[in-house]
């Protein structure tokens, strides 16, 4: 699906509201997508604050969250500090009774989807070094080091068949487009948070 031409929020500004500024930048860079039509859903961690900010923070978090997912009419399904959020209920219910899986929940595309289980598969199999995720960080850091990479690529946080898919591309073109038009604080935050991804990764795996 992606980017429809005729969004349903187009030309309202639907979060101009105190408490989505309230809301931490991750969340919202997850949200937008899925209010712009172009993800059918997002997870949200919420789980993961406990130990980067504090159970504090945790708290006050999950009370601006709440409070924003039924103001923007999106529908949610919780399970320990873990928020599925998508327009549509049904899909929320394919989810839960595993009709679906989360790669396709979350809008990956099916090529990434098929490609990071094959690669999982092999890993435990052959019990080789180096996981999926070592192997992708592997070529994305070679790709910014000949600067032939895609800066948009920044924009996902999904494990790519290949740094090329165009259907990841194309994914990450519309939610780069839609958070620097709907929350541009947001767009940084992903951008930034994508990049610190990679500089520990290279911390930890030196050439
Ligand atoms: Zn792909």
């Known amino acids: 699906m992606f980017i429809k031409k005729e969004s349903r929020t187009k030309g ?50 999950k009370r601006y969250l709440e409070y924003c997912l039924v103001k923007l009419g999106l529908y949610y399904k919780e399970q320990r500090g873990d928020y599925y959020v998508s327009k549509s209920p049904i899909l929320l219910n394919q989810l839960w009774s595993r009709e ?13 989807i098929d490609a990071f289980k094959k690669s999982c598969q092999e890993f435990l199999k052959n019990g080789q070094e180096k996981g999926p995720a070592v192997l992708f960080y592997r070529k994305l850091k070679e790709a910014v080091k000949k600067g032939s990479l895609n ?23 519309s939610i780069k487009l839609v958070l620097e038009s709907r929350d541009i604080e947001a767009a940084y935050h992903l951008m930034e948070y994508n990049w610190n991804l990679l500089y520990a990764f290279n911390y930890k795996y030196p050439d």
């Not at 920044?154 to 494990?159: N, R, S, W």
């Open 12 to 61: 309202k500004n639907i979060y101009s509201f105190i408490e989505w500024y309230k809301l931490n930048l991750g969340i919202r860079a997850d949200l937008v997508p899925v209010l712009e039509d172009v993800r059918l859903g997002a997870n949200v961690e919420l789980w993961k604050f406990e130990r980067t900010r504090g159970s504090q923070y945790l708290s006050i978090q």
């Open 151 to 173: 800066e948009a690529l920044f924009y996902t946080l999904h494990i790519h068949c290949e740094l090329d898919c165009q259907k990841t591309i194309i994914l990450t073109e």
């Open 100 to 112: 679906i899986e989360t790669g396709e929940f979350l809008g990956y595309p099916k090529c990434c």
